[in-house]
């Protein structure tokens, strides 16, 4: 991959100054997460994004309103890019019943019907035959959605990937499956638990198109996002992409980290998705540090109100805990 | 109307595919083979390769994609050959179809009926023929069926694609054959209640699937010996139905479960728990139970018979509780 850094942005402002404010929000959302974390404010498995902003905001501003998503439990990113707001994920985090999960779910949970998210998925792999499903209900149903797909390159060691890559492509369903590859599985290198390290290699071996994107480039995850998405809402079937980032924080809270070089993770820090975006823009005169401190100052603000709406948040009645574990209605 | 379960279970489905284009069926040869019990013969032209769903043998992928269409608005019905194979799906089953609606909040309802063959009894050997309806029947958010009768075969497939959450049904394979009577009732079997199929004052003998048949033929021949056994099917093996179970229990004052599940941790021995909290003062000798043996089912026909309940056992047992054996 040639250096981003001598890249043209090559996308209007409006969309370039929009994912750059994105991957600022989630940045600082998942900063003072961790500060929650220590707190004990927020418990349970916190994964943090940090470091992969770049691929759920290129994707995911490459999907229209009415996509599905269904996204895995390292997903705060998915969320606030789709449109969820800062205070219900946050209050989710909180265990708050003003949470966008009422508290049942957690970091790992997010859910959203109104902006078409399906989870928050904790069983690695666990997502995809669901999104299959999905594009299967679409597409009997005449609809020209693109259900994406994101999962890491953990999840392709899955039967449940293969199963979904199979029956995915031989239905022609529409579903793009978004790979985030960030080496690692927890603490397994991907050269350590896979005989074929070329993950688009095993999506092409189901007859499906792939594509590898830097995933580090917020620009080029979306113009590979795009062409999936184009592709899959044609109804030509299912697209592959890869998406290489990487993952500067540890696996959870939990992760002492010690599996991998920490000189690994500073060479990855250089090229860093945020300031890959905002270095390019100011080298084209497209934005101004005093611009970028006000983008930060915003997400922080939001990241701000959102600790404070989940603190004033509530806690579900213990006599509500048996709800929903079937629709009301019915019984 | 005299008809086999095999035809009852068809004519469900062949109604919910009619009256609901959302309905369709998916699973392993349930299209151009018609069905590995050959209850979708013919579903395949009527119907289409839209709706009659082959699958390749790909249990999680397909259970999964069953649970997906559900929530994107269709209503699947997804057959999985046989429980021993849907353990390859439990995943999805147990982690996605049972969480989704509490998990979300209540965000998220997953509309899927899954059915499957259960049991023993073909010398198909040990991975054909096991019972796990008490795995499922163990999960919070699924309703867990067994029709035993015609009219449950014929009727329990309607409320079942009516329910906003995940069901699981199961078809006792030795009662594909099986000739009953189709009574009027069947067009509106609930799937919330147990059934006392046969009026008793002696004991009741709770059943489910496969065993209510050996219960009411151990019934006949107890009566004979002037005992008059009430035979209780479930029906339902989640939500177990109470009120019904103890309405009967306090009656007959004895009560013992056949069950073609493994007796440790078995379905009976939950029924047998809440009949000795919530029963216990009414009942003149402590619950019993007639499981299979703790083994895998073996192919030997002598030994497949001797691992699994039948009627001289559940007769045995009558006669023990009853303080004549």
């Known amino acids: ?331 | 109307m005299k008809m086999t379960y095999r035809e009852a279970i068809r004519q469900g489905l062949h109604d919910a595919l009619a009256a609901d284009p959302r309905v369709f069926l998916m699973g392993e040869d349930v299209g151009k083979y018609g069905g590995s019990y050959a209850v979708s013969k013919g579903f395949l032209d009527e119907f289409g390769p839209e709706r009659i769903r082959d699958t390749p043998l790909s249990e999680l992928g397909f259970v999964g994609a069953g649970i997906g269409a559900a929530l994107g608005g269709m209503r699947p019905i997804v057959e999985v050959m046989t429980v021993n194979f849907s353990l390859l799906a439990l995943d999805q089953i147990v982690n996605t179809a049972a969480l989704y609606r509490h998990m979300s909040g209540g965000q998220f309802s997953v509309p899927v009926v899954i059915r499957m063959a259960t049991g023993a009894g073909r010398q198909l050997a040990a991975q054909h023929s096991h019972s796990l309806e008490n795995w499922y029947a163990h999960v919070p958010g699924i309703t867990v069926l067994a029709p035993a009768t015609i009219d449950d075969a014929r009727g329990m497939l309607k409320p079942a694609l009516a329910d906003p959450d995940p069901v699981v049904i199961f078809e006792h394979a030795l009662l594909y054959n099986f000739e009953g009577e189709l009574t009027d009732t069947a067009r509106d079997v609930d799937i919330r209640s147990a059934k006392v199929l046969r009026a008793g004052n002696d004991i009741t003998l709770i059943a489910y699937g496969g065993t209510v048949w050996k219960a009411q033929e151990a019934a006949k021949e107890l009566a004979a010996e002037r005992i008059d056994a009430e035979v209780l099917d479930l029906r339902v093996l989640r939500p177990l139905d109470d009120a019904t179970i103890m309405a009967s229990v306090r009656r007959t004052r004895r009560a013992i479960v056949v069950d073609e599940g493994w007796r440790t941790g078995s379905l009976a021995a939950e029924v047998m728990a809440r009949i000795t909290e919530q029963a216990f003062y009414d009942l003149d000798a402590p619950p019993a139970r007639v499981c299979s043996e703790e083994v895998p089912i073996p192919y030997a026909k002598h030994l497949e018979d001797a691992a699994l309940p039948q009627v001289p056992k559940i007769v045995a047992a009558v006669r023990r509780l009853l303080g004549k054996g």
């Open chain 1, 1 to 331: 991959m040639s250096d981003p850094a001598l890249q043209p942005v090559g996308v209007p402002d409006e969309l370039a100054l929009g994912m750059l404010r994105d991957m600022v929000r989630i940045r600082r959302f998942e900063e003072r997460c961790a500060d929650l974390y220590g707190q004990m404010k927020i418990r349970g498995f916190l994964h943090l994004y940090i470091g992969e902003e770049a691929v759920a905001v290129g994707a995911i501003r490459a999907l229209q309103p009415d996509d599905n998503i269904v996204a895995t439990y390292r997903e705060h990113g998915h969320a606030l890019t789709r449109g969820v707001s800062a205070n219900a994920v946050m209050a989710e985090m909180y265990g708050k019943q003003e949470g966008c999960s009422r508290g049942r779910g957690g970091s790992m949970h997010i859910f959203d019907a109104a902006t078409r998210l399906y989870g928050g998925n904790a069983i690695v792999g666990g997502g995809l035959p669901l999104a299959v499903g999905l594009a299967l209900a679409d597409k009997m149903q005449d609809r020209k959605r693109v259900n994406a797909a994101f999962f890491g390159e953990g999840a392709v060691a899955e039967g449940a990937f293969h199963e979904s890559m199979n029956l995915a492509a031989l239905w022609k369903l529409p579903v793009a499956f978004f790979c985030e590859n960030n080496f690692y599985a927890m603490g397994t290198a991907l050269a350590r638990s896979e005989s074929q390290t070329d993950l688009c290699v095993k999506a092409a071996a189901f007859g499906v198109p792939t594509k590898k994107a830097d995933g580090m480039d917020v620009v080029a995850v979306h113009e590979a996002a795009k062409a999936a998405a184009a592709h899959v809402r044609s109804g030509a079937g299912p697209f592959f992409v890869e998406f290489q980032t990487y993952r500067y924080r540890a696996h959870s809270m939990f992760d002492p980290d010690l599996y991998r070089d920490k000189a690994e993770v500073e060479e990855w820090k250089k090229r860093g998705p945020i300031h890959n975006l905002s270095n390019r823009l100011k080298a084209e005169g497209r934005l101004t540090e005093e611009q970028f401190l006000a983008i930060d100052a915003d997400a922080v603000r939001e990241v701000e109100a959102a600790v404070a709406f989940a603190e004033a948040g509530t806690w579900e009645p213990v006599e509500a805990l048996t709800r929903d574990v079937h629709t009301e209605a019915a019984r």
